[in-house]
C-alpha cells in the first residue's frame, strides 16, 4: 500500500511565476489537508479538501493560492504569481476519517529566486 | 485559542530515557499527535492518544496526558542515534472540527553516542 505521493520534490520559480503541487493520498484516504513548512518553524494548516468540495481553507493566504481535488486524479495546490516568501516545503496529508492519524507525504520544497 | 508549545531542543546520551515536553491551549482536542521529523523528509505518525486517556504505550515510547494541566508527553526509552530528529506535537481542535491539525514548533532531539 503506497503512501501519500507528492510531486514534484523539488520546485524552482521565479518571482511571477506559477506552482502547481500535486498530492494523492493513500488508497482509500478521502479526506486530504496541506500544511507549510517555513524555515525553522512548524506546520501550519493550509486547507482541507474531501473530494471535489474545500472543507476549511481557513488558513490559505486570500490571494494566489488555491486547492483542489478533482473526482479524478490528484490534489493540486497551485500558488499564482510567486513571491520569495512563498519559499517553502509544502506537506500533503491524507486520512481515512475526519482528522484523525493523518499520513504525510514527503513534501515538496518550492524555492522562488 | 489554538496554540501549542515546546521546547526547542533536547540532547541525551545514548541509551538514556528522552521526555519531550509540549503543552496546548485547546481543552477541546480530542487526539493529540506525536510526529517526527528526520532531516528533509516529512512526517512521520509516531503515536497518538485520545483525550480521555492518560497514557499510551507502543514499544520503547510512552505517552502521558495530564489534561487538566493541558500538558502532554513524549517518553523514548533507550534512546538511540538514530532517534535523533525533529519531533512534532499536534493537537486536533474540537471546536470549529475541520480535521486540522495545530503544530508546535518541534523539539529538536540530538543523541550523543
Known amino acids: 500500500n503506497a503512501g501519500v505521493m507528492q510531486n514534484p520534490r523539488h520546485l524552482v520559480r521565479r518571482r511571477g511565476q506559477e506552482a502547481r503541487l500535486r498530492c494523492s493520498p493513500m488508497?482509500?484516504?478521502?479526506?486530504v489537508y496541506w500544511y507549510r513548512q517555513l524555515p525553522e518553524e512548524g506546520l501550519k494548516f493550509m486547507v482541507y479538501l474531501q473530494k471535489e468540495n474545500i472543507i476549511d481553507e481557513s488558513g490559505m493566504p486570500k490571494e494566489r493560492f488555491s486547492a483542489e481535488f478533482p473526482k479524478e486524479g490528484p490534489s493540486i495546490l497551485r500558488i499564482q504569481q510567486v513571491v520569495r516568501g512563498d519559499s517553502a516545503a509544502y506537506f500533503c496529508?491524507?486520512?481515512?476519517?475526519?482528522?484523525?492519524?493523518?499520513?504525510f507525504g514527503p513534501g515538496t520544497r518550492l524555492t522562488v529566486l | 485559542g489554538e496554540d501549542v508549545e515546546q521546547s526547542l531542543f533536547l540532547s541525551v546520551r545514548e541509551g538514556d530515557s528522552s521526555v519531550i515536553n509540549c503543552t496546548y491551549t485547546d481543552s477541546s482536542s480530542t487526539y493529540l499527535y506525536w510526529y517526527k521529523q528526520e532531516p528533509g523528509a516529512g512526517l512521520q505518525l509516531l503515536t497518538y492518544?485520545?483525550?480521555?486517556?492518560d497514557m499510551k504505550q507502543d514499544q520503547r515510547l510512552t505517552v502521558l496526558l495530564n489534561k487538566k494541566d493541558k500538558h502532554l508527553s513524549l517518553c523514548i526509552a533507550d534512546t538511540q542515534t538514530g532517534d535523533s530528529a525533529i519531533y512534532f506535537c499536534?493537537?486536533?481542535?474540537?471546536?470549529?472540527?475541520?480535521?486540522?491539525?495545530?503544530f508546535g514548533q518541534g523539539t529538536t532531539l540530538q543523541v550523543k553516542p
Open positions: 492518544i485520545f483525550s480521555n486517556m
Open positions: 499536534a493537537e486536533s481542535p474540537l471546536s470549529g472540527n475541520t480535521g486540522k491539525l495545530i
Open positions: 488508497k482509500g484516504h478521502s479526506h
Open positions: 496529508a491524507s486520512s481515512k476519517y475526519e482528522g484523525r492519524e493523518q499520513f
